[in-house]
């Protein structure tokens, strides 16, 4: 997960007393200690100047960035632009209340976890269920112990961190199901699932649109008289050298055993040609030394797609066209590239 960082809010204005507390004077800037400007922030939302100063001097000495807004409306405005890890609300604001504000907050979409802590005058049962039942993760009744309150946000801090330890690690598992381990290339289910985005992008705003398919040539011999190991090192070979020959924007995949697929936008019937040609003319040019023997290993590729105003094709059928240009490819010689007729 990219970590953000914010822009300066310039013209910014805090109405009446809400000002912008970066802790200077008597909170350690985060920043200053290492850590990521951002992710040790705190928003303090409460209508009451006094009531701010309370929760700030009681997070005096802590590893906290403070935030200060005196209005629902700003409330949300400041966890929009800053992202802050951790808020705590007063319950009664002039404008929307702490429910609403936290309905508000938890309706935004963010990259990382927001801990909300209630701090309200209202000890009754049921609106403490309504706070929670809004989005907030804990609450603290008025007037709050300081101990308890630095408590209650370390163990904010701690759920924000899970959270985005979780995140990360569905993030790595995301990126391995979509990964082919051996080579690093897109899965198939990678190629179905991008393909066909990048597809009917390209036939709505009437874009090209090329798949080169690409199979090595007499691959079960290479196995056979090299071994398995060999085999699998000329695959990641011929990965590499795809990579070497695309441009980021382009999309590497492999289909499947000794197949793999090149999906290219924005290039004409010409630049697909070159590039497939590159690939197949490096790869043969690339000898293989294993246990003493050189080896050289070749590849035949298919082409097919559009230049523009193809909005009725499907990656099934395009994949199929290049599929057939391989299979001309390998019947007059192997070691080729064919395009199929426009
Ligand atoms: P052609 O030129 O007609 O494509 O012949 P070929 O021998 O390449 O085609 P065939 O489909 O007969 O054989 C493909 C071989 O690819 C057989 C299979 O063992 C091998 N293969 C598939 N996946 C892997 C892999 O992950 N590692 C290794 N080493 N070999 C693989
Ligand atoms: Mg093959
Ligand atoms: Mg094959």
Redesign the pocket.
């Given at each position: 997960m990219a970590s953000a960082t914010f822009p300066a809010i310039p013209g910014f204005a805090f109405p009446g007393d809400i000002e912008r507390y970066t802790g200077e004077q008597s909170v350690p800037r985060a920043a200053s200690r290492g850590m990521a400007a951002t992710a040790m922030t705190v928003l303090i939302v409460d209508d009451s100047a006094v009531s701010r100063k309370l929760v700030e001097q009681a997070l005096f000495g802590q590893p906290y960035s403070l935030l200060f807004a005196a209005t629902g409306q700003q409330a949300v405005e400041l966890y929009v632009q800053h992202q802050p890890s951790l808020v705590i609300m007063d319950w009664m604001m002039p404008d929307l209340n702490g429910v609403e504000i936290c309905r508000r907050m938890r309706s935004i979409s963010r990259n990382s976890y927001a801990h909300i802590i209630m701090l309200t005058g209202k000890t009754d049962k049921a609106s403490l269920v309504q706070g929670l039942q809004a989005g907030a993760d804990d609450y603290l009744t008025k007037p709050f112990h300081e101990e308890e309150l630095i408590a209650r946000v370390a163990v904010g801090f701690r759920t924000v961190e899970l959270h985005r330890q979780l995140a990360a690690k569905n993030k790595t598992l995301e990126n391995l199901a979509l990964t082919d381990p051996?080579t690093g290339l897109a899965n198939r289910r990678a190629i179905d699932e991008w393909v066909e985005r990048e597809l009917s992008s390209a036939a709505r705003h009437s874009l090209s649109f090329w798949v080169i398919v690409a199979?090595?040539?007499?691959?079960?011999?290479v196995?056979d008289t090299f071994g398995?190991t060999a085999?699998?090192e000329v695959?990641k070979k011929f990965s590499k050298i795809l990579k070497t020959h695309t441009r980021r924007s382009d999309f590497c995949g492999r289909l499947g055993?000794?197949e793999f697929l090149v999906v290219m936008t924005h290039a004409t019937r010409k630049d697909v040609a070159k590039v497939a040609e590159r690939i197949r003319a490096e790869f043969e040019s690339t000898p293989f030394t294993i246990s003493g023997c050189s080896m050289v290993a070749t590849a035949?590729l298919g082409i097919a797609g559009f230049e523009a105003n193809q909005a009725q094709s499907t990656f099934n059928s395009v994949l199929s066209q290049a599929d057939a240009a391989l299979y001309c490819a390998?019947r007059t010689g192997?070691n080729r590239v064919e395009i199929a007729a426009a």
């Open positions: 051996m199979d090595l040539d007499r691959f079960k011999y196995n398995h085999g699998d695959l055993g000794e035949s390998k192997r």
